[in-house]
């Protein structure tokens, strides 16, 4: 296994992951120093292009998306969230993981699961490409938000696809919005890590959406926490700005040639 990806599954137990997202070279570079995981997810489809969900993001925009953050880390872990339709099948996986692997220089990619797609997460982990699964809501593959794993039924089912996403080799796994206890006792079986969100402080890491927590995206479910009010910040200076313009305050001869 590589390097960093050992480094990462050694964590399990002794140290929280910090995970983020990243869309851009410019918050990676911030990110990467509080950092073990800096995912390139699908989530950009709705954060910056303004898309009802992520089923339409293409695998090109994703991997642009990451080429950009790559240059912007030094030591955290990249992962690249497999857009929707890029591993229907376990070629059309192979060959999409191959070239965002190629492109981008990740380190792993990210695969929601559907419960059904373990051949293809075991074939490419075959090929020394390291995944990170995904269960929980499943935003590729489940059209209407819920909580996960609120009954015995459905926590087992977690549980269940959870160990064999580990068992098909994956080396991490994305609880999203499961039940306190489920993650709980998926985090105490398991033997690779979990990463929460919405999944409570039971998980051996968190991950959110950068742009969540620094207040720009507007998006605000009860697992955010918004640290910082970006949008006020940014508005507060463009404000600035634009009266500089007007009154011609701006540019000063300083700024000037
Ligand atoms: O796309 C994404 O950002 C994700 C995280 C929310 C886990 O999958």
Do not use: W
């Not at 999409?96 to 981008?104: D, E, G, S, V």
């Not at 990463?195 to 479910?221: A, M, N």
């Not at 955010?224 to 313009?245: F, G, P, Q, T």
């Amino acid at each position: 296994m590589r390097e960093k990806i050992l480094k990462i599954t050694k964590l399990k137990n002794k140290k929280r992951l910090v995970c983020l997202t990243a869309y851009s070279k410019n918050i990676a570079t911030i990110l990467d120093d509080y950092c073990d995981i800096i995912l390139v997810g699908d989530s950009m489809a709705n954060v910056l292009y303004g898309m009802e969900n992520t089923h339409k993001i293409k695998m090109e925009t994703i991997i642009n998306h990451a080429i950009s953050v790559s240059k912007g880390i030094k030591k955290s872990l990249l992962v690249v969230d497999m857009p929707k339709g890029t591993y229907k099948n376990i070629s059309e996986a192979v060959k999409n993981a191959r070239i965002i692997l190629k492109k981008t220089k990740c380190d792993a990619v990210k695969i929601e699961s559907n419960n059904n797609n373990f051949r293809i997460i075991k074939k490419l982990v075959t090929l020394k490409i390291p995944v990170m699964g995904h269960v929980g809501y499943t935003p590729q593959f489940t059209k209407k938000f819920k909580v996960q794993g609120s009954n015995k039924t459905d926590s087992q089912r977690i549980l269940t696809e959870a160990k064999k996403i580990q068992s098909a080799g994956a080396f991490s796994i994305v609880l999203e919005c499961v039940k306190s206890e489920t993650s709980k006792k998926i985090t105490k079986i398991l033997k690779i890590p979990t990463i929460g969100i919405g999944s409570s402080k039971e998980c051996d890491g968190q991950i959110l959406v950068t742009d969540d927590i620094l207040g720009l995206s507007g998006f605000y479910p009860k697992f955010v926490k918004k640290y910082v009010n970006l949008k006020k910040i940014i508005k507060d200076a463009v404000i600035s700005y634009s009266k500089d313009v007007i009154k011609k305050k701006f540019p000063r001869r300083k700024n000037s040639y």
